[in-house]
């Protein structure tokens, strides 16, 4: 009995183990075989995101990635002169949590184009965000100026109707965006400076006379 009882033991944990072994195996088969296919159509949701934001450009964006206070920037240009920016930018305080967008600015911060690229929201509520008239308002608006706030919290936003809170995550992703922009543009300044800074610096040391400096001819 015992025996037997032993036997029918080896019998199932060598099934089990053999069935483990073969789902893995299948789970890495299709995996791979779909890794690159999903990678590509990512890449292209990028893309068309990008095209639709931004003005006529003539580089490619993607070599230019960056990333600024965790956001993706891609620095759009024009006969070698930088003609927007898309930011791909998020909010976590949607009604259902996430909300991702891509938007498209002007060097100066102003708002040209905003394309949902994911969201949860109630369905005829908060999935209204994408309608455009909700996103229109937005248009040629400049941060800076306009308060990226529903009217309801002292800003210049019109909310969805009965969604106020999937209304402030998406002028939250917005602000995100242009808090971005600014961080960028100062640093980039800040280095200019330095550099500048750095060559006059140079420059000074360079032509002090050498009967001027300390321990040279007496």
Known sequence: MSKKLEST?????????????????????????????????????????????????????????????????????????IVGYAVKTFSMKGFNGLISLMVGLKPDGTIYKIRVLEQKETPGLGSKMTDPSFIEQFLDKNPGSYKLKVKKDGGDVDAITASTITSRAFCDALQRSYDALKSKQNNNDNVT???????????SVSKIPVNKVKGGEK
């Open 9 to 81: 033991l080896l019998n199932m944990v060598l099934s089990l183990t053999i069935i483990g072994v073969t789902m893995s195996a299948a789970l890495g088969f299709v995996y791979t075989k779909t890794k690159y296919p999903i990678e590509k159509s990512n890449k292209q949701n990028i893309i068309n995101a990008i095209q639709a934001v931004l003005p006529e450009f003539d580089n490619d964006p993607l070599s230019e990635k960056e990333i600024v206070n965790d956001l993706e920037f891609y620095c759009a240009r024009k006969n070698g002169k």
């Open 193 to 203: 400076s330095d550099e500048i800074k750095n060559i006059n610096n140079s420059d």
